[in-house]
DNA sequence: TTAATTTTAGAACAAATGTACTATATTTGA
DNA sequence: TCAAATATAGTACATTTGTTCTAAAATTAA
C-alpha cells in the first residue's frame, strides 16, 4: 500500500480513538510508522488530513444517497441504506464527533455539509411521497409535520454516534444495530398496516435488522 | 463581583465563542482583565472551569426535570419545561458540543451524565403513563415502542445545539425555538385527539409556542 | 495598628507542536 | 545508464501552553 494510504488510515484509526484535537502530525506519523516530515510532504497538517478523510467518506456515502430515495423506493429500501450508511458513518465516526469544531476552522467542509442537508431534506420529502404511492406511509397528520420530522431525523441520524460514544464507548456494530433500530421507529406511528407489516418483518427476530440489537450494551 | 464569578463568566463565554479545545488559561484571564497567574490561583486548569460550570448548569436544570414529569403533568407543562430547558442549554451550550471530548478527559462528569440518561429515561417513561391517563396521549403501538421513541428524544435533546451551530451559527433565541418545535412535533402521532388539541392551540401563532419559531434562519 | 492570610501580577521553565529546511535515499523516465 | 523527480528522515526554531514560583499588594482579624 502508498504511503498516503497508510498516513490516512493512521489518522483514522487515531481521530477515532482520541480525537482529532488530541491528534497531531507527529503522533499519526509515528503510528503509520514514518516520520513526521514525510507526513507532512504528503499533508501539509492535520486538516488536510480531515479533509481527505471526509471527501472519502463523502464519495463511499454518496451511493447510497442517491439509491435511497431513487423512485419506488420502499421501506425496506430505506432500512438497508440507512443500514449502510450507518456503518460507513460509524467507521468515520470521528467526523460527526468532532464536526463543530472541525467546521468552525473549515469553513469550506461546513458549506458542503450544509449543501447536503439541503439535499437531504429534499430526499427524505421526495421518499415519503414514494412510501405513501406505495402505500407504506400515511400522508402527514398536520400541515407541515413531515418537515419537523426530518429536521429530527437529521439530528439523530448525524449525532447518534456522539450520544453512543458517551453512552456506551466504543461497542462496535452492536452500537451501529441499536441505534439504527431506534431512528428506524421514527416511521412507526406514519405507516400504514402495510407498511407497518413490513416493519414488523424487517425487525422481527430472525428479520434482517432484529434480534441482534437487543443485547445489554452496557 | 467577586473574581471567582468573574472567571467564571469570562470562561462561559469564550467556551461558547470558540470551543473548550481553543480557549487557554491566558486568553480567559485576559477576557476577565485578570492574570493568568491569578486564575490559576483560584482554577487549577481549565478543567475545573468546564467542571465548575457542568455543576453550575445541572444545579438550574435540576428544579425543571423535576418538575417535568412530577404527576398530573400535562402536555402543557412538558412544552414549558422543554422551553425552560432548552434555554439554559442554549446558554451553556460549549458543554454539549465539546461534550464527548470533555468527557474523554473527565470521567467523572462522563458517569454522572450517564447516570442522569438513565433517570430521564425513567421520568420519560414515567411521564408518557401520566399523559395517557389525563387522555392526552396513546398507548404505544408496539411492546417495548416508546423505549425508542425515548432513545431518540435524548439524542434530539442533547444535539439539537451543535446541529443549529453547524447549520445557522449563533442566532440565539430564534434557534432555540426551532428546534424547541421540532422535537414537540415528535409528540405529534402519539397524541389522542384531546392532546392534538393542546398541541395546536400551544403551536398557534397566537399560542405560547407558535409563530415566532418559523422565521427564515439562513 | 499590625501581623497573618489571602489575593494578585508577572516571571521563569519545560514540554509540545507546527512549520520549514537540509541532506540522503529511492524511483522514474528518457 | 544516469540525470531529474520524488520521497523520506531528521534537525532546527519559534510559538504556545500548562505549570510553578516569587514577590508585592490587599484584605482580614486580633
Redesign the interface.
Known sequence: MNTKDRILQAALRQFNA??T?QATVRSIAAEAGISHGNLCYHYKNTDELIEALYLQLAGRVAPYAQMAFSEGISLEGVFGQAWQTFGLLYQYRFLL?????I??RLERM?QN??QL?DVRRQQFLYGFKQLEEQGEMKPE??PG?YE??I??L???G???I??A???FGDKGDAVVAH?H???M??F???LTPKGLRAY?ALTADDGAYGGKADKPL?
Open positions: 482520541i480525537g484535537g464527533i468532532d464536526f463543530v469544531q467546521t468552525r461546513k455539509f450544509q442537508m397528520p398536520l409535520h419537523l420530522l429536521t429530527n437529521l439530528i439523530v448525524n449525532n447518534w456522539s450520544e460514544e458517551v453512552q441505534y433500530r431506534a431512528m421507529a421514527l412507526v406511528p406514519y414488523q452496557r
